[in-house]
């Protein structure tokens, strides 16, 4: 861990967990939101499932249409 990470608790956690969901929901994969907040894939993924947000499959666009590589 680096002197720019910390463990999150409390009203930190549950804010950044909110702005992950809205940012997800909107179309932000995990791996961008990961990179862009300087923090794992799991911990990304921990905070959107705590946050209940529904998870798109592998590979899908946020509507749900096709997958992202078409």
Request: no cysteine.
């Amino acid at each position: 861990m680096t002197n720019t990470q910390r463990h999150m608790r409390g009203a930190d956690r549950a804010t950044l967990a909110t702005n992950l969901k809205t940012a997800y929901q909107t179309g932000s994969s995990v791996r961008d939101l990961a990179h862009q907040h300087r923090r794992s894939y799991g911990f990304i993924h921990k905070l959107l499932t705590e946050a209940d947000t529904p998870m798109r499959r592998r590979g899908m666009r946020p509507n749900n249409t096709a997958p992202a590589d078409q």
